[in-house]
């Protein structure tokens, strides 16, 4: 090793050793004859100093050195004493005399300082430059989480006996919901494998196959619209059991993330949202009635009132004229301006409301008030149990249009009272998910995917009412955001057709997509279950990052470019005729 020591191992009981430390220069002071250099490496930093008194050569050099410049220097540890230490080092109290420096390697002035103060940096900038981003202590800071973490689960799935199996990253495409990215295969001229967007069908066949316990640290692919918290490519925890059901996988997920979270964040309020000594759960149909979301926020509580019935007859003929009526009772919402209520209209009426109706309670002002029946307003502020100086919303409409943009507000109106704490882990599980959703285009799709075990007491829906049909399928949720879900699948080839007609498939579609795994399901299937869990997602949320981005060491940015190695970019056509690929002109 070019080191004898790391920059953040010497104490004063390392005084009078002669050590070789080596790193990159974090910041340098000349103090008129005596110059200070802080050197910095993965572990720490190390402040190291040039006397001429010591070593006129080493001096001498230190006089050209500058930032991000990498060197290997020699010398001896002293104590700085009292009065001159620096707390706010782990090496603050000893400094390194140097006898002998070397110049490994010298460095352009860098496009910004390597520290931990990079708001005024352009995101783009640092992404061009990831390599110098990951210098800063943070970002090694995420990795070294990240590290952990994923350490952390292998050792708790191992020592539940489950084995770690690498499925494919080229496999045929089956899609299930999001778009995949195609790779052409140049001995097959005109096939295609893709990239998985899961290992879903694969780690099923390891069921087939008799594994019992399987998972996998993964990555994922999914060609979709990019947010805070995707990636084109993403690593997830990927499980599946044999031989188990709802409540069993639930279990054993929670044993690992709050053994997780005691582990690495026990700084985190998270039992204080336990119910019986255990996460809480809801139903999908709870969620959207109480929170207006699949994956409530529950750190505070804002829930809605459901004011269906009170809602006929009330002398507000919108009200009257919907199917449901909801209402967000807001404590101290007079606080709130009209500007923020028409900025919270707008919100709403992004997330598919026609407006947004509110009511001041003490004061007259607003349609609901000036037009609604008296007894429907006593009968509003006796059900929400609101009082003068608060503030109702109303959500209108069909189930899901009453109930979304008010959850999207109730957010909203949190952010706006600071409501929403760092320091709360609100864990969450959502059961009873639908098996099926109406999509844009008014066709049947899999709320989740085609695998999902219906409900046995909804089976007979399938012929009559399939958008009724309850799945075996949970998501767990962190502070409003989906960590992952799963689960029971269906173990049936002759139910597993059936779902796959419903969804609208005819026999030559089924065999071309799914085939394989119905021919799979002829040979004694077991019963079996299981979860993903988004890493990236998991590690944003214990590092309190703003976005999967800092906490994954060579991401894409918002349009799914690499501007770090340029990607993606253009091929040779030499190579895509090999590949025989035709790029085509865009049409105007």
């Not at 001498?60 to 009065?83: D, M, Q």
């Not at 400094?95 to 420096?101: L, S």
């Not at 799914?560 to 035709?582: R, T, V």
Request: charged fraction near 30%.
């Amino acid at each position: 090793m070019l080191r004898t020591h790391t920059c953040n191992q010497l104490t004063t009981k390392d005084e009078n050793k002669k050590v070789t430390l080596t790193g990159w220069v974090h910041h340098r002071r000349d103090h008129g004859g005596i110059i200070f250099i802080d050197l910095r490496d993965r572990y720490g930093v190390t402040q190291i100093t040039f006397d001429p008194a010591v070593n006129a050569q080493a001096h001498k050099a230190a006089e050209h050195i500058r930032s991000e410049w990498v060197l290997k220097a020699t010398g001896t540890v002293k104590n700085r004493g009292e009065g001159l230490r620096n707390k706010n080092l782990e090496t603050g109290e000893i400094e390194v005399f140097i006898e002998g420096i070397e110049v490994l390697n010298e460095s352009k002035t860098p496009p910004f300082e390597i520290n931990e103060h990079m708001d005024h940096v352009r995101e783009d900038l640092r992404l061009e430059h990831r390599y110098l981003d990951l210098r800063r202590p943070k970002m090694q800071e995420n990795l070294r989480l990240r590290y952990n973490i994923m350490t952390f689960i292998r050792n708790f799935y191992d020592a539940q006996d489950f084995l770690e199996v690498e499925t494919p990253i080229m496999i045929k495409g089956t899609p299930e919901g999001s778009r995949e990215y195609l790779v052409p295969s140049r001995l097959h001229r005109g096939e295609f494998y893709v990239l998985p967007q899961s290992p879903q069908q694969l780690k099923q066949l390891l069921m087939v196959g008799g594994i019992d316990k399987y998972f996998q640290i993964a990555r994922c692919f999914r060609d979709e619209d990019l947010r805070g918290d995707r990636q084109p490519e993403f690593t997830q925890l990927d499980v599946e059991q044999s031989f188990v059901e709802q409540d069993d996988i639930i279990a054993e997920t929670e044993q690992m993330i709050l053994g997780l979270t005691e582990k690495v964040v026990p700084h985190k309020n998270y039992q204080s949202f336990f119910e019986s000594g255990k996460i809480k759960q809801i139903t999908w149909q709870e969620a959207l009635g109480k929170y207006g979301s699949d994956k409530p926020d529950i750190r505070f509580d804002m829930a809605f009132v459901d004011m269906t019935e009170e809602r006929l007859g009330c002398g507000f003929g919108v009200f009257e004229s919907v199917d449901r009526l909801f209402t967000l009772p807001v404590p101290n919402g007079s606080d709130l301006s009209r500007k923020d209520i028409d900025t919270f209209t707008k919100l709403a009426q992004k997330h598919g409301a026609g407006g947004l109706a509110w009511v001041r309670v003490g004061e007259d002002s607003g349609p609901v008030m000036k037009n609604a029946k008296p007894e429907f307003i006593e009968k509003l502020i006796e059900k929400t149990g609101t009082k003068d100086g608060d503030l109702i919303f109303f959500g209108a409409g069909e189930f899901l249009q009453a109930t979304e943009p008010l959850g999207a507000v109730r957010l909203a109106v949190a952010d706006k009272f600071n409501l929403r704490n760092n320091q709360d882990f609100a864990y969450l599980w959502v059961t009873d998910f639908p098996m099926f959703e109406i999509k844009e285009d008014g066709t049947v799709g899999a709320a989740h995917h085609p695998f999902t075990m219906p409900n046995e007491e909804d089976l007979a829906l399938l012929d009559t009412d399939k958008t009724k049909v309850r799945s075996y399928a949970y998501d767990l949720v962190l502070n409003g955001t989906e960590l992952g879900g799963g689960s029971i699948r269906i173990y049936d080839q002759a139910l597993q057709h059936k779902v796959f007609e419903t969804l609208g498939m005819d026999e030559d579609e089924i065999q071309m997509k799914f085939g394989h795994i119905l021919k799979a399901f002829q040979y004694g299937v077991p019963p079996h279950g299981g979860i993903a869990l988004g890493i990236d997602r998991l590690v944003m949320l214990f590092a309190d990052a703003p976005n999967i981005r800092e906490v994954i060491a060579f991401p894409k940015n918002q349009s799914a470019q690499d501007l770090m190695l340029g990607a993606p970019s253009p091929m040779p056509e030499k190579e895509l005729h090999e590949q025989n690929i035709e790029v085509l002109e865009e049409e105007v």
